[in-house]
Nanobody, 121 residues
């Protein structure tokens, strides 16, 4: 079992930055692909970024060049650095752990409770 707890969300003005953290406990983090998803009000949950244990990375086109995902296997933490934030980035951001570097939610077995990110215009 893996438990995931996100933190770092908040309110920021457009153009600003936030760094989200996801702390994992339980089974060895290094064995898992770690991903970030987000869900805006009235919309489906969507893929944001993912990183595997050999540091291969994938980003959604909407965040490429603005967001950076990284992981620290020693401290069992995954980060999402978000720069140049836009109002359309407003959503609940979820951390997830899975077995393959993928964009579909079904590939992830464990999920955190989410952290709210609000970007004002």
């Amino acid at each position: 079992q893996v438990q995931l707890v996100e933190s770092g969300g908040g309110l920021v003005q457009a153009g600003g930055s936030l760094r989200l953290s996801c702390e994992a406990s339980g089974r060895i983090l290094s064995l898992y692909v770690m991903g970030w998803f987000r869900q805006a009000p009235g919309k489906e949950r969507e893929f944001v970024a993912a990183i595997n244990y050999v540091y291969s990375i994938d980003y959604a086109d909407s965040v490429k060049g603005r967001f950076t995902i990284s992981r620290d296997n020693v401290f069992k933490t995954v980060y999402l650095q978000m720069n140049s934030l836009k109002p359309e980035d407003t959503a609940i951001y979820y951390c997830a752990a899975g077995a393959s570097l993928a964009r579909n939610m079904d590939s992830y077995d464990y999920w955190g409770q989410g952290t709210q990110v609000t970007v004002s215009s």
